[in-house]
């Protein structure tokens, strides 16, 4: 069955430094995902893509965040200068279109550790 | 903007079918209702989504009441894999983002 790849599984960084997470999508699908979750809370949007542009974004993905999928194939999330509170699982996800691609396929996520 | 009420959590016994119910009163003609779930610290699981009519994969089944107002997943032979977090999500089909509430940590047990 397709998956959505996600590397690394675990990353720590400096606060204050750049981080980029990727993630490979299903190859055949055209819209793309970020979220993530604070240990303990609820999953969050941060942006969705399609185009090659960004369709929506939440509050949450501020001008720290950028997103970029350069290759046609990989999809990053870029944090300029990483927070504390930016410590969290990142997931992307990607979907389909057409009959019966309504589901979005998680990848199993990143966890980021700023200290 | 919570659209949709589900219970904090719940208890099956493995083998016995699960029943989660989710309310969402406020659903428009337009929306969809959509089940996911989370396992420990997985990336969410697309389950089954349906507008009127009861679904039913592989997975499980999703009842939808008449009026649209409230639908109930099945799981028909719980088992301790499917000990999760599911959450009921309402979403027109054609918005650009899935919003994840705090939903239903269900446990199965042996």
């Known amino acids: 069955e397709p998956e959505v790849t996600q590397t690394p599984s675990h990353q720590v960084t400096q606060m204050g430094q750049e981080v980029i997470l990727r993630c490979v999508p299903i190859?055949?699908?055209?819209?793309f995902y970020w979220y993530r979750q604070i240990l303990g809370q609820k999953v969050e949007f941060l942006v969705s893509?399609?185009?090659?542009?960004?369709?929506?974004k939440s509050e949450i993905f501020d001008d720290q965040f950028s997103v970029e999928r350069p290759d046609g194939s990989n999809f990053t999330l870029k944090i300029r200068s990483t927070k504390l509170e930016d410590s969290a699982m990142y997931f992307c996800?990607?979907?389909?279109?057409?009959?019966?691609?309504?589901?979005?396929?998680f990848g199993s996520g990143t966890r980021l550790t700023v200290v | 903007d919570a659209k949709t009420t589900q219970p904090p959590s719940m208890d099956c016994a493995e083998g016995r079918a699960a029943n989660l119910p989710c309310n969402h009163s406020?659903?428009?003609?337009?929306?969809?209702v959509y089940w996911y779930r989370q396992i420990h610290s997985q990336g969410p699981q697309y389950i089954i989504h349906?507008?009127?009519n009861n679904e039913t994969n592989e997975m499980a089944s999703l009842i939808i009441t008449e009026d649209r107002k409230s639908s109930t997943l099945i799981l028909p032979h719980a088992t301790l894999r499917d000990t999760a977090v599911y959450y009921c999500?309402?979403?027109?089909?054609?918005?650009?983002?899935?919003?994840f509430g705090a939903g239903t940590r269900l446990t199965v047990k042996p």
């Open positions: 996800a990607s979907k389909g279109m057409g009959q019966g691609a309504d589901g979005y396929t």
């Open positions: 190859s055949n699908h055209l819209y």
């Open positions: 893509f399609y185009n090659n542009e960004i369709s929506e």
């Open positions: 406020t659903i428009s003609g337009n929306e969809y």
């Open positions: 349906g507008l009127k």
């Open positions: 999500i309402v979403r027109w089909r054609m918005d650009n983002d899935m919003r």
